[in-house]
C-alpha cells in the first residue's frame, strides 16, 4: 500500500505528538539544577535506557548531555531559552555584535614589528603569516585574527604593545571584536597546525599566542578567557582535553574539569607558573608537551 502525500504528512504530524522532543523534554532541568550540578537518575530519550548512563549537567547557557551507553552515544548541548515545558522550543534571536571599526586600516606587520613578535613570544615568520597577524594603523595594535578550525575570520583581538606605539595607552591591553560569529561558532580561535606530535588531544590555552606555540606539537584551542564556552563543548565534547592554566587561574581549570569531566574522554589539568607564549621551546616541552597523557 502506498500512501498518498497528504496521509504521510499526516502520520509524521501523529508521530510528533506522541514522542515528546528530548529538548522540551530535558529543558526543565534549567530550574531544577544548578550550574555546575550534574544528575543521573533520568531516562535517556535516545535509547530510553534508566540506568545511570545518561547524565546531563546544567552550564550557565543550557544543558549538557551524554548517554554513556555504547550502543547509543548521544551527546549535545540544549540551550536554555526554550519555551515552557511541553510547547515548540526556538533559539532567541542572535546577538549582534559590532565589527572591528578600522577593517580598512588593518596592514601586513612590518619588519620591525616582525622582529618584536618572533623575539618576544618565539613566533616564526611562517606562524605569523599563516596565522594572519597583521597590524592596525589607526589604533597602533598588533592584531590577531580570531580563526575557525578552517582558517575564516571570526574577529580580532586587538593588542596594545608600548615598544610598538606611539600611542598614549589607553589603559586597556586588549580587546576583543567579533566580525562573523554565528550561533553555530564555537567562540575560540583555532591556530594554523599540520603533522603534530601528538594528535589524540586539545589543549586548552587562554591566549591566541599561546595557542599557536602549542600548536607547533599537538592541536591546540584558545578560549580567549580562563573558561570554556559553552558553544565549545558541542566540539569537545567526547574528546580528550588538557586545560593549561597558570597558577592565579588553577583553581578555575580543577573547577571545570569537575563540572564537565563527565563529557570528555579524558581531562587533565596542567599548572604552568607563566604563559605558553613567553616559554622558551625547552620550557614548552618540558612543563607542558612532555606531561600531555
Not at 580543577?254 to 607563566?274: G, R
Given at each position: 500500500?502506498?500512501?498518498?502525500?497528504g496521509?504521510k504528512?499526516?502520520?509524521?504530524?501523529?508521530?510528533l505528538s506522541i514522542?515528546p522532543?528530548?529538548?522540551?523534554?530535558l529543558?526543565h532541568?534549567n530550574?531544577?539544577?544548578e550550574i555546575?550540578?550534574?544528575?543521573?537518575?533520568?531516562?535517556c530519550p535516545?535509547?530510553l535506557?534508566?540506568d545511570?548512563d545518561?547524565?546531563v549537567t546544567?552550564t550557565?547557557?543550557?544543558?549538557?548531555?551524554?548517554?554513556?551507553?555504547?550502543?547509543?552515544?548521544?551527546?549535545?548541548?540544549?540551550?536554555?531559552n526554550?519555551?515552557?515545558w511541553?510547547s515548540?522550543?526556538r533559539?532567541?534571536t542572535a546577538?549582534?555584535?559590532?565589527?572591528?571599526p578600522f577593517?580598512?586600516?588593518?596592514i601586513?606587520?612590518?619588519?620591525?614589528q616582525?622582529?618584536?613578535l618572533?623575539k618576544?613570544?618565539?613566533?616564526?615568520?611562517e606562524?605569523?603569516?599563516l596565522?594572519?597577524?597583521?597590524w592596525c594603523?589607526?589604533?597602533?595594535?598588533?592584531?590577531?585574527?580570531?580563526?575557525s578550525q578552517?582558517?575564516n575570520?571570526?574577529?580580532?583581538?586587538?593588542?596594545?604593545?608600548k615598544?610598538?606605539?606611539?600611542?598614549?595607552?589607553?589603559?586597556?591591553?586588549?580587546?576583543?571584536y567579533?566580525i562573523n560569529r554565528?550561533?553555530n561558532?564555537y567562540?575560540?580561535?583555532?591556530?594554523?597546525?599540520e603533522?603534530?606530535?601528538i594528535?589524540?588531544?586539545?589543549?586548552?590555552?587562554?591566549?591566541?599566542?599561546?595557542?599557536?606555540?602549542?600548536?607547533?606539537?599537538?592541536p591546540?584551542?584558545?578560549?580567549l578567557s580562563?573558561?570554556?564556552?559553552?558553544?565549545?563543548?558541542?566540539?569537545?565534547s567526547?574528546?580528550r582535553?588538557a586545560i593549561?592554566?597558570?597558577?592565579?587561574?588553577?583553581a578555575?581549570a580543577l573547577?571545570?574539569?569537575q563540572?564537565?569531566?563527565?563529557?570528555?574522554?579524558?581531562?587533565?589539568v596542567?599548572p604552568?607558573?607563566k604563559d605558553p607564549k613567553?616559554?622558551?621551546?625547552?620550557?614548552?616541552?618540558q612543563?607542558?608537551?612532555?606531561?600531555?597523557?
Amino acid at each position: 500500500m502506498v500512501l498518498g502525500t497528504g496521509m504521510k504528512i499526516l502520520c509524521m504530524a501523529c508521530l510528533l505528538s506522541i514522542v515528546p522532543n528530548y529538548k522540551t523534554q530535558l529543558s526543565h532541568l534549567n530550574s531544577e539544577l544548578e550550574i555546575g550540578e550534574t544528575i543521573r537518575s533520568i531516562q535517556c530519550p535516545f535509547c530510553l535506557k534508566q540506568d545511570g548512563d545518561f547524565a546531563v549537567t546544567r552550564t550557565e547557557d543550557g544543558l549538557l548531555y551524554k548517554c554513556f551507553r555504547v550502543s547509543c552515544d548521544s551527546r549535545g548541548f540544549i540551550p536554555s531559552n526554550l519555551r515552557h515545558w511541553g510547547s515548540f522550543y526556538r533559539l532567541s534571536t542572535a546577538r549582534k555584535y559590532e565589527g572591528y571599526p578600522f577593517e580598512s586600516d588593518i596592514i601586513k606587520l612590518n619588519n620591525n614589528q616582525i622582529i618584536y613578535l618572533q623575539k618576544k613570544f618565539n613566533l616564526t615568520l611562517e606562524e605569523l603569516i599563516l596565522n594572519k597577524i597583521k597590524w592596525c594603523n589607526k589604533t597602533e595594535r598588533i592584531i590577531y585574527p580570531i580563526l575557525s578550525q578552517n582558517g575564516n575570520t571570526k574577529g580580532y583581538v586587538s593588542r596594545y604593545y608600548k615598544e610598538l606605539s606611539e600611542k598614549k595607552y589607553d589603559g586597556v591591553k586588549s580587546r576583543t571584536y567579533w566580525i562573523n560569529r554565528s550561533d553555530n561558532y564555537y567562540n575560540v580561535s583555532f591556530p594554523y597546525g599540520e603533522n603534530y606530535d601528538i594528535e589524540n588531544i586539545f589543549v586548552l590555552v587562554e591566549d591566541i599566542v599561546s595557542s599557536i606555540r602549542i600548536a607547533r606539537h599537538a592541536p591546540s584551542i584558545a578560549l580567549l578567557s580562563n573558561s570554556i564556552p559553552t558553544n565549545a563543548m558541542k566540539l569537545l565534547s567526547g574528546k580528550r582535553v588538557a586545560i593549561v592554566l597558570d597558577n592565579d587561574a588553577i583553581a578555575h581549570a580543577l573547577k571545570i574539569k569537575q563540572q564537565y569531566s563527565l563529557f570528555f574522554e579524558h581531562c587533565e589539568v596542567i599548572p604552568i607558573d607563566k604563559d605558553p607564549k613567553n616559554m622558551n621551546n625547552n620550557e614548552l616541552l618540558q612543563k607542558i608537551i612532555n606531561k600531555l597523557n
